[in-house]
């Protein structure tokens, strides 16, 4: 099963640090942001991985290289067009196969075990619902008696930006840049969404506000 962290995002929000360094190598803990998920997944078991990117892109390859010192295979999907999350995901697809796989936000932290999404997946997407962050109060998505709801839903969860996809999901897409979450409640209307509540530690490292928060937690401050 392959797995692909989504690192094309160009971190306006994370200014003058994402001048000269792409989002996804801006350090927390001394580490960059992305070595966290290339680590995470190998200790899970992937050992393919597939990196999109675009602003400065060619560094993160350059930091990462082929992976093999990380114990794992990555491959690139160079974007020289902004994509979005779902174009970019729809650009990998040949690097992907015919598989399901799974896929990470890039700016993203989280102690999330990738090893729960190893396996057999019959809906063409599996998400990973986290509590509301105080910038997200509204959620993403219903949640009712442990599984994903209608809108009408009076719990909602936020989506972590971690999910299990199957590439069936794009057939209908026409290519270029468009958005994931249309086709992520599309297939929930369709009866094609699952989903698991995931109540550990996870951050939109978005903000300076919250990277000094993920900082704070791997120095066990309060």
């Given at each position: 099963?392959?797995?692909?962290?989504?690192?094309?995002?160009?971190?306006?929000?994370?200014?003058?640090?994402?001048l000269h360094t792409p989002k996804p190598l801006v350090r927390v803990g001394g580490v960059p942001l992305i070595e966290?998920?290339?680590?995470?997944?190998a200790a899970a078991g992937f050992t393919e991985l597939v990196i999109n990117h675009a602003w400065l892109g060619l560094q993160i390859e350059e930091y990462l290289g082929d992976g093999a010192r990380f114990g794992v295979r990555i491959v690139y999907s160079p974007e020289g067009e902004p994509l979005e999350t779902g174009g970019g995901i729809q650009r990998a697809l040949p690097l992907l196969g015919e598989a399901p796989f799974v896929v990470?936000?890039?700016?993203?932290?989280?102690?999330?075990?990738?090893?729960?999404?190893?396996?057999?997946?019959?809906?063409?997407?599996?998400?990973?619902?986290?509590?509301?962050?105080e910038h997200h109060p509204g959620g993403?998505?219903?949640w009712?008696?442990?599984?994903?709801?209608?809108?009408?839903?009076?719990s909602r969860l936020t989506y972590s930006g971690i999910a299990v996809l199957h590439p069936r999901l794009f057939a209908q897409c026409p290519g270029g840049a468009?958005?994931?979450?249309?086709?992520?409640r599309q297939a929930l209307s369709d009866g094609?969404?699952?989903?698991?509540?995931?109540?550990?530690?996870w951050i939109d490292v978005g903000t300076h506000e919250r990277l000094a928060q993920v900082e704070r937690l791997l120095t066990g401050e309060s």
């Open positions: 099963m392959k797995a692909m962290i989504l690192a094309a995002g160009k971190g306006e929000r994370l200014r003058p640090l994402t966290y998920h290339v680590r995470a997944l990470v936000n890039g700016d993203i932290w989280t102690d999330y075990d990738f090893s729960r999404l190893r396996g057999e997946w019959s809906t063409s997407a599996h998400l990973v619902l986290v509590d509301n962050p993403d998505f219903g009712s008696a442990g599984q994903l709801a209608t809108e009408e839903a009076i468009f958005k994931l979450a249309p086709l992520l094609q969404a699952s989903g698991e509540y995931y109540s550990g530690r």
